[in-house]
């Protein structure tokens, strides 16, 4: 299953390279989206964010209803990275034994660390884009729920900082910006994997900080690798002429060192 990163879908290129490669070499593969990034809002107020684990849950449930898989694999990109660690990491329930290895691609494991790097002034065309798909999100929301957004609010906010104080920390339930990033970050949670599990991040990620790169954690635990790229900059891993990243190429191979 891969998940895509933040204000993503299904349908992006590198989500559509990695089904393609996986497919070649034999695997079924379920690419599902975000609430609110199909193309169709969702109902409900809430949108998703980097500590969701209940979606998850609910598209791997309903695969494996579906047909039996002995073996499933879990990949994510980005803020759908964190989703697959803390999924692996942090679910209530025990997960299902075919869930066998998870992988991350460009992967923020430490929220705030990545959010204050998207406030430099070197990735403001990052903040400026993701920051007005998340005001029109927020103004068609507005309709459904006209006395929980503040419209006059959200247009005047011009930094991420500013979006999740006032927005996401009390979408989440969190009662402050503090309590937000801590809750959010899958970083606290890495130590507890059980199962072989893969953080591929390049080091000219722009949106990466130190945190991002838990060397340390990756020397003394039994499960948890960590690769780092030198290039690749966020979700590329692009080399000329040939027709998978190297992304997709390093998932084919972890999946076949592991299973």
Known sequence: MVTHGFEGSSDRGYIAGTAKILAANGWDVLAWNCRSCSGEMNRQYRFYHAGDTGDIHTVVTHALAQKHYPTVALIGYSLGGSQTFRYATDFPEPLAPSIKTVVAISTPVDIEESMHLLERRSNRMYRKLFLQRLRDKLTEKAKTYPDRVDLERL??????????????????????????????????????????????????????????????????????????????????FWRPGEEYTFADKRIINWLNEQL
């Open 155 to 236: 247009q005047a906010i011009q930094t991420f900082t500013e979006f999740n104080e006032y927005i996401s920390a009390p979408m989440y339930g969190y009662g402050s910006l503090a309590d937000y990033y801590a809750g959010e970050s899958v970083l606290p949670h890495l130590p507890k994997l059980s199962m072989p599990g893969l953080l591929l991040n390049a080091a000219n990620d722009p949106i990466l900080g130190p945190k991002c790169y838990p060397s340390g954690l990756a020397q003394d635990h039994p499960y948890f690798h960590l690769e780092i790229c030198r290039n690749g900059g966020h979700t590329g």
